[in-house]
């Protein structure tokens, strides 16, 4: 951050995870996000990494390391503190000296029948030697080496610290993005606002040109004959009801301050959202159907073209 003290820097880091882990009202996040840390002990360094993507439902995706299985539990539930749905993918490796964890173990009864079996084929043989401490350890089985396992509670402290750094990192990526994202829809939102208004303004001229229209077609049709005004009044009002979209503007209009409110929600809106984006399309697509005309027609094609860019950037909003 450039520009920003590292104690502001810490400031917002801390207010980021503690957000995440006590439901602290926070932004809108992506599901897209990345995460490192690293933390050593005994000469070993433990390495969290993070990876996370798009996805209807949370998928998580766990490496351990084949003796840290019994962990698999905790870090599933870890994982569910700072995601609600996305693909996660979670890998821990550990890696440095594990000397500490080597149990070396000598067979004294074994040691003592090599020596004496040795000193025997020597005294056979003529041979002015006796078997030293350095040919004993080599003989087979005299030394034995045990890896142990290591002791898991008091790993996972360790290993919590890591990856609450890990999923900071995520988190404070995601929120970024969510921001981004936010800022991109509003601005789609307010394109689509624009044209919405520009066809409810030509409404009344479409009805007034196609009464015109049918008043013409029938005048061409009938000649010198004179219209039935009652008649007449019937067709327009036909023409006027196929063409009547208020209650379609109505729930448009009802749509966007929905999602307005959810685009400034603290809560996980990515699937209201992306139900909200299929309400709009279902009344843009009856208004398509209603005001057919030449110049409307090409505002109703950039309307549904507006809602794919933001049916596309929602499925990335947790």
């Not at 610290?161 to 939102?189: H, I, P, S």
């Not at 023409?239 to 603290?266: A, F, N, P, W, Y």
Request: proline share 2%.
């Amino acid at each position: 951050m450039p520009g920003c003290s590292l104690d502001i820097v810490l400031f917002i880091w801390q207010r980021t995870i503690s957000g995440a882990q006590t439901g602290e009202a926070m932004a809108l996040k992506s599901m897209t996000g990345y995460g490192r840390a690293e933390i050593e002990h005994h000469g070993r360094i433990w390495t969290v990494e993070i990876k996370s993507v798009n996805n209807r439902f949370l998928d998580a995706k766990i490496k351990l390391p084949r003796n840290y299985a019994a962990l698999e539990d905790q870090i599933r539930k870890k994982i569910a503190g700072f995601h609600t749905r996305g693909r996660v993918d979670l890998v821990v490796s550990v890696s440095g000296d594990f000397s500490d964890l080597v149990k070396v173990g000598v067979d004294k009864n074994l040691a003592r029948i090599y020596r004496d079996r040795l000193a025997e084929l020597a005294d056979e043989l003529g041979i002015d030697t006796s078997p030293d401490l350095a040919m004993l350890i080599n003989l087979p089985d005299v030394l034995t080496r045990e890896q142990q396992l290591e002791d898991l509670e008091e790993i996972w402290p360790l290993l919590d610290r890591a990856l609450d750094d890990g999923f900071g990192q995520c988190l404070e990526m995601r929120t970024r993005e969510g921001a981004a994202l936010a800022e991109d829809l509003g601005e789609r939102l307010h394109v689509f606002i624009g044209l919405l208004d520009s066809i409810e303004e030509n409404i009344s001229r479409i009805i007034a040109d196609r009464e015109n229209s049918l008043k013409e077609r029938l005048e061409k049709l009938l000649g010198a004959i004179d219209l039935d005004p009652i008649r007449l009044a019937q067709e327009v009002a036909v023409i006027v009801d196929k063409s009547d979209v208020t209650e379609e503007m109505v729930r448009l209009r009802s749509h966007i301050g929905q999602m307005q409110d959810l685009l400034e929600s603290t809560e996980q809106v990515g699937r209201k959202l992306d139900f909200l984006i299929q309400e709009f399309l279902r009344e843009v697509n009856t208004i398509a159907s209603k005001i057919n005309d030449a110049e409307n027609a090409h505002k109703t094609v950039a309307l549904k073209s507006e809602l794919e860019k933001m049916r596309e950037q929602v499925q990335n909003i947790e």
